[in-house]
């Protein structure tokens, strides 16, 4: 748990919580958002909370995608992204009508409820529904519960790099992953014992 981890500092806010969680574990990790500093990294965190948009915009002013591509898709290091953080990975969102990251072969879209009951945003407590074997998930046990706050969520009709879904009248994905990339539309920062379980998790990768 010693590798240098670099939590992304591109103005989408709840960097502080995900910082002070994965502090219980490991005390190499910081904050940035200097490229040069980035380039460095032997592990990253996309955390997020806030606009599709915004975000690939704040990315691109701050000269980060090439240096992420190059860590992510190059010298493959382990690539963890939260919530909006998990969502930039696709290659296009509803929010914003903008193009992604594109490391998934997936596109974000709003909720589309049909019965009234269920509200949007989905905020709360959600269980998982594991759909393959994944280290993010290691002991995790059969009775879970993750904190969610979302309007948008992940569709692909990739089943194979779907690892979680859940269900809000009707199942979305809540967890990709591929090789050395990992998404949860879910904060783990916010989630008490089991979140405090993925990110050690994410740290042993």
Known sequence: MKNKVIIIDYKMGNLYSVYKKLNI?????????????????????????????????NLQELNLIECLNELTLIKKIPVLGICLGMQ???????????????????????????????????????NLIIKKKSLLFQDLPEQHEFYFVHSYHVITNVKSIISAE???????????EKENIFGVQFHPEKSHEYGELIFKNFLNI
């Open 88 to 126: 930039i990975m696709t290659k296009f969102s509803e929010e914003g009508n903008v193009s992604g990251l594109g490391w998934f072969d997936a596109e974000v879209i709003k909720f589309k409820h049909k019965n009234n009951i269920y509200k949007n945003p989905h905020i709360g407590w959600s």
């Open 25 to 57: 574990f490991s005390n190499n990790t910081k904050i940035s958002d200097n490229f040069r500093e980035i380039s460095n990294a032997e592990k990253v965190i996309l955390p997020g909370v806030g606009h599709f948009g915004k975000a690939i915009q």
């Open 166 to 176: 859940t269900e809000y009248e009707y199942k979305f994905v809540s967890a990709i």
